[in-house]
């Protein structure tokens, strides 16, 4: 449900004072008017001292990084892609959005052929590696409505729009300029949050309201949805992993801050099969608020929160944290390209209240994480 687009500045500036801020879908601002297409210009030397704000994954080998030289406002992204783990890189043309004046972290995705990045506000689409990038419009919605994720199913981009009144799932053609509504894949009420993932094929969409009302749907064609027993407890949202090995995992959380400043519950539940009744897979994990989740296998699982990453290898019976950051962080682009191989990136602050910002990579279903280098 959380994911990149928070105010991370704000949230790990709280966190390095001893303020664990919940963090939630932010309100932005629109920016300024856009052309429908972007033509990029050619292939940059990419520069010393990119920090990555974003990270996405075909494979284990072949993956994107989307940053910019610093957090203010205006600054230029940056996209440089790998085909061999980081190990070397290119520099790709960026989508044009310089950095938001809101501080909402803006981020990019790659699938099916498909890069699709956003700051929260706008939406742009490329496939053919960056040449040309389509201002994808969102119809229908306020100007404080958000973009809280984006997936690509079928050469269809999904997103996930929410406002303070509502949340819905929209879709378009990539490069056709234009997302609409999905029928039926909508929530109306305050506090609307939601999820969608595309994660071992089927695509699924979860959307809630303030904690009391939930709905689910899955579809194998990205275009037919059926409704479905709901993944979560009512009065806990949830955070899905996919489909591994036939199993449908799905984080169920409490709302922020709900057992202490900052702390949620936290509980893996799973379904047999698409459409099948979930259960709680292991006992209820109290820990600084969950922001990220992501399942390598229906066994092998991470949950990004404010502070750590927790990591279980037995289907969230017992965890254990990886990655500390003692003054605050955001996860983000937490996902595994396959069962053993996943990355992140950790944006926070050292103890002199200097940037720090780093890929990691997981060989292991993220037992151990190692720093990946950049240019």
Same mark, same amino acid.
Not at 76 to 97: E, H, Q
Not at 202 to 219: H, R
Not at 312 to 322: D, E, H, I, L, Y
């Given at each position: 449900?959380?994911?990149?687009?928070?105010?991370?500045?704000?949230?790990?500036?709280?966190?390095?004072?001893?303020?664990?801020? %919940?963090?939630?879908?932010?309100?932005?601002?629109?920016?300024?008017? &856009?052309?429908?297409?972007?033509?990029?210009?050619?292939?940059? &030397?990419?520069?010393? /001292?990119?920090?990555?704000?974003?990270?996405?994954?075909?494979? %284990?080998?072949?993956?994107?990084?989307?940053?910019?030289?610093?957090?203010?406002?205006?600054?230029?992204?940056?996209?440089?892609?790998?085909?061999?783990?980081?190990?070397?890189?290119?520099?790709?043309?960026?989508?044009?959005?310089?950095?938001?004046?809101?501080?909402?972290?803006?981020?990019?995705?790659?699938?099916?052929?498909?890069?699709?990045?956003?700051?929260?506000?706008?939406?742009?689409?490329?496939?053919?590696? !960056?040449?040309?990038?389509?201002?994808?419009?969102?119809?229908?919605?306020?100007?404080?409505?958000?973009?809280?994720?984006?997936?690509?199913?079928? /050469?269809?981009?999904?997103?996930?729009?929410?406002?303070?009144?509502? $949340?819905?799932?929209?879709?378009?053609?990539?490069?056709?300029?234009?997302?609409?509504?999905?029928? /039926?894949?909508?929530?109306?009420?305050?506090?609307?949050?939601?999820?969608?993932?595309?994660?071992?094929?089927?695509?699924?969409?979860?959307?809630?309201?303030?904690?009391?009302?939930?709905?689910?749907?899955?579809?194998?064609?990205?275009?037919?949805?059926?409704? $479905?027993?709901?993944?979560?407890?009512?009065?806990?949202?949830?955070?899905?992993?996919?489909?591994? !090995?036939?199993?449908?995992?799905?984080?169920?959380? !409490?709302?922020?801050?709900?057992?202490?400043?900052?702390?949620?519950?936290?509980?893996?539940? &799973?379904?047999?099969?698409?459409?099948?009744?979930?259960?709680?897979?292991?006992?209820?994990?109290?820990?600084?608020?969950?922001?990220?989740?992501?399942?390598?296998?229906?066994?092998?699982?991470?949950?990004?929160?404010?502070?750590?990453?927790?990591?279980?290898?037995?289907?969230?019976?017992?965890?254990?944290?990886?990655?500390?950051?003692?003054?605050?962080?955001?996860?983000?682009?937490?996902?595994?390209?396959?069962?053993?191989?996943?990355?992140?990136?950790?944006?926070?602050?050292?103890?002199?209240?200097?940037?720090?910002?780093?890929?990691?990579?997981?060989?292991?279903?993220?037992?151990?994480?190692?720093?990946?280098?950049?240019?």
């Amino acid at each position: 449900m959380i994911k990149r687009h928070i105010a991370a500045l704000t949230a790990i500036v709280g966190c390095a004072i001893g303020l664990a801020t %919940p963090v939630m879908a932010a309100t932005t601002t629109p920016g300024p008017a &856009t052309p429908a297409a972007a033509t990029a210009p050619a292939n940059q &030397t990419i520069p010393r /001292g990119l920090r990555p704000y974003s990270t996405s994954w075909l494979t %284990p080998q072949r993956g994107i990084v989307l940053g910019y030289l610093k957090r203010a406002t205006g600054a230029r992204p940056y996209l440089i892609a790998t085909a061999n783990g980081g190990k070397t890189w290119r520099s790709l043309p960026a989508p044009p959005l310089p950095y938001p004046l809101d501080n909402d972290v803006p981020y990019a995705v790659w699938q099916d052929g498909v890069i699709v990045a956003t700051d929260g506000t706008r939406v742009y689409a490329t496939t053919n590696g !960056g040449r040309r990038w389509t201002a994808e419009k969102i119809g229908g919605w306020s100007a404080s409505s958000y973009v809280g994720q984006l997936v690509v199913d079928g /050469g269809r981009i999904f997103a996930l729009v929410t406002s303070n009144k509502a $949340a819905a799932i929209d879709a378009g053609t990539a490069r056709s300029g234009a997302l609409r509504a999905v029928k /039926g894949l909508s929530i109306s009420g305050s506090g609307a949050y939601g999820a969608v993932t595309t994660v071992g094929g089927p695509l699924q969409a979860d959307l809630g309201n303030d904690y009391v009302t939930e709905k689910y749907w899955y579809s194998r064609d990205a275009v037919h949805f059926a409704a $479905a027993r709901l993944p979560c407890p009512v009065g806990s949202y949830a955070m899905l992993g996919g489909v591994r !090995g036939g199993t449908v995992v799905a984080l169920c959380n !409490g709302s922020p801050s709900d057992i202490g400043l900052g702390q949620n519950d936290k509980r893996v539940f &799973t379904a047999p099969k698409l459409g099948g009744a979930f259960k709680p897979s292991g006992p209820t994990l109290d820990s600084a608020n969950g922001y990220d989740f992501a399942a390598a296998s229906a066994r092998d699982l991470t949950i990004a929160t404010g502070f750590n990453l927790y990591v279980s290898v037995n289907a969230g019976k017992t965890w254990t944290s990886r990655i500390p950051q003692n003054n605050g962080a955001t996860f983000a682009g937490l996902a595994f390209p396959s069962a053993s191989v996943g990355y992140v990136v950790v944006n926070t602050y050292n103890n002199q209240l200097k940037e720090v910002d780093t890929l990691y990579r997981t060989a292991n279903a993220g037992r151990t994480w190692r720093a990946v280098p950049l240019p």
